[in-house]
């Protein structure tokens, strides 16, 4: 098989998946390094593909639907976090990605989509093994999520739940 032919696999199977799939995964699928699959996926992304990095693996870029809104948070303990994400994922909503202001690059972001409890799980598991990976670390627990929720009102329900938690940020 070629380099294109791989690629090509690499589309389908992403397609197909319905959970992000590792570049180990499809390395060990097309009985290539994991460097040749990231190579890929780059090759792809360029050329317009919309596939996105999570910490699960590569996903095609979730369709938008719903409502999606962006909420300011902040939280310090990982039992905050937890809470954070689970208001967010009880009331249907993804939690799409988590941004922060950096003075040096501006705003940082990264994709999360996570969607349930076990998402939120392993999530806080690969936070708890990498904890200076947390953007939030960098502004003292201040950070934005958007949200894909199914509808305006599920948005709505999970700002009054992290208002309710004190996890939404207000400025003082």
Do not use: W
Not at 128 to 143: I, K
Request: glycine share 10%; net charge negative; charged share 20%.
């Amino acid at each position: 098989m070629n380099a294109a032919q791989r690629r090509e696999v690499i589309l389908k199977r992403l397609s197909e998946a319905d959970a992000p799939v590792s570049a180990s995964v499809l390395a060990a699928q097309l009985g290539v390094s994991r460097q040749i699959v990231v190579g890929d996926v780059a090759l792809l992304r360029a050329g317009g593909a919309a596939i996105e990095a999570t910490p699960r693996g590569y996903q095609f870029h979730p369709a938008p639907g719903g409502y999606t809104g962006i909420l300011a948070c902040v939280h310090r303990t990982t039992d905050e976090m937890r809470t954070e994400l689970y208001a967010v994922v009880d009331q249907g909503g993804t939690v799409v990605d988590v941004a922060v202001e950096n003075p040096l690059y501006g705003e940082l972001r990264g994709n999360l989509n996570l969607a349930s409890r076990y998402d939120v799980d392993n999530f806080i598991e690969q936070a708890a093994h990498t904890p200076e990976g947390l953007l939030s670390r960098m502004t003292g627990g201040v950070h934005l999520h958007t949200l894909r929720c199914p509808d305006e009102a599920s948005f709505h329900r999970i700002k009054a739940a992290l208002e309710k938690a004190g996890i939404l940020y207000k400025k003082e």
